[in-house]
């Protein structure tokens, strides 16, 4: 029997998926958590075979967790799952040590062999990302997303889906555990990569991104 853990902040997602795992003979939900802080918790408390991890949650960052883990040393496998934009994110998570990447919209059909695949130790990806993967490698190209959002570093993007959910600078820095100073600076950087004029915009157009993913 492989233990599961469950760190995804959208109750009614996570119903669904637990009975999608638990209806398998060898599959078992050892725990949940909706928060960065209870999942580390439980990681600690169960020492589960297997992290499923949002890429978004209300309190905390699934990315920095992942990040976090692997810091620590820890082999957990990591299966990431996201309703998010999978060019932009796959490669990045990949990159920072996840086993695999799954978009939400695909969870029903192919959860249950990423699933399989991750706990085996092997990478999980859809095929379109694998093709996507395998170009850019050959061809030595950072992956395109077509939308600019590509160009921002790990952290600026995380600071861009912040502003995207509402968050104010304060909120940001104790979430990511930066100074308001530095997130300003990302701020900043941000504006300028995506060439946004002033704050306003900046926010109107993260909103607005994180509305259509």
Same mark, same amino acid.
């Given at each position: 029997?492989?233990?599961?853990?469950?760190?995804?902040? &959208?109750? !009614?997602?996570?119903?669904?998926?637990?009975?999608?795992?638990?209806?398998?003979?060898?599959?078992? !939900?050892?725990?949940? *958590?909706?928060? !960065?802080?209870? $999942?580390?918790?439980?990681?600690?408390?169960?020492?589960?075979?297997?992290?499923?991890?949002?890429?978004?949650?209300?309190? $905390?960052?699934?990315?920095?967790?992942?990040? &976090?883990?692997?810091?620590?040393?820890?082999?957990?496998?990591?299966?990431?799952?996201?309703?998010?934009?999978?060019?932009?994110?796959?490669?990045? !998570?990949?990159?920072?040590? *996840?086993?695999?990447?799954?978009?939400?919209?695909?969870?029903?059909?192919?959860?249950?062999?990423?699933?399989?695949?991750?706990?085996?130790?092997?990478?999980?990806?859809?095929?379109?990302?694998?093709?996507?993967?395998?170009?850019?490698?050959?061809?030595?190209?950072?992956?395109?997303?077509?939308?600019?959002?590509?160009?921002?570093?790990?952290?600026?993007?995380?600071?861009?889906?912040?502003? $995207?959910? $509402?968050? *104010?600078?304060?909120?940001?820095?104790?979430?990511?555990?930066?100074?308001?100073?530095?997130?300003?600076?990302?701020?900043?950087?941000?504006?300028?990569?995506?060439?946004?004029?002033?704050?306003?915009?900046?926010?109107?157009?993260?909103?607005?991104?994180?509305?259509?993913?």
């Amino acid at each position: 029997m492989s233990n599961i853990l469950l760190i995804d902040d &959208h109750p !009614v997602f996570r119903c669904g998926l637990i009975a999608l795992i638990q209806a398998e003979p060898d599959l078992k !939900v050892c725990g949940e *958590a909706a928060t !960065v802080a209870d $999942g580390l918790r439980l990681i600690q408390q169960l020492k589960p075979d297997m992290l499923i991890l949002d890429l978004v949650l209300e309190q $905390g960052d699934g990315l920095q967790l992942l990040k &976090h883990l692997r810091a620590q040393g820890s082999t957990l496998p990591i299966l990431v799952m996201s309703m998010y934009d999978e060019q932009l994110f796959a490669e990045r !998570v990949i990159k920072a040590g *996840a086993n695999g990447y799954i978009n939400k919209a695909d969870a029903i059909s192919n959860v249950i062999v990423a699933i399989r695949r991750v706990l085996q130790k092997r990478l999980y990806l859809s095929d379109t990302m694998t093709e996507t993967l395998l170009h850019n490698q050959f061809n030595q190209k950072p992956n395109q997303s077509g939308n600019g959002e590509d160009k921002l570093s790990d952290r600026e993007l995380e600071v861009y889906m912040m502003l $995207g959910k $509402g968050y *104010a600078t304060k909120r940001i820095a104790e979430e990511l555990n930066l100074s308001s100073k530095t997130v300003d600076s990302h701020k900043e950087h941000i504006k300028e990569k995506l060439a946004i004029a002033d704050n306003t915009s900046l926010i109107q157009h993260a909103v607005t991104w994180l509305l259509t993913k």
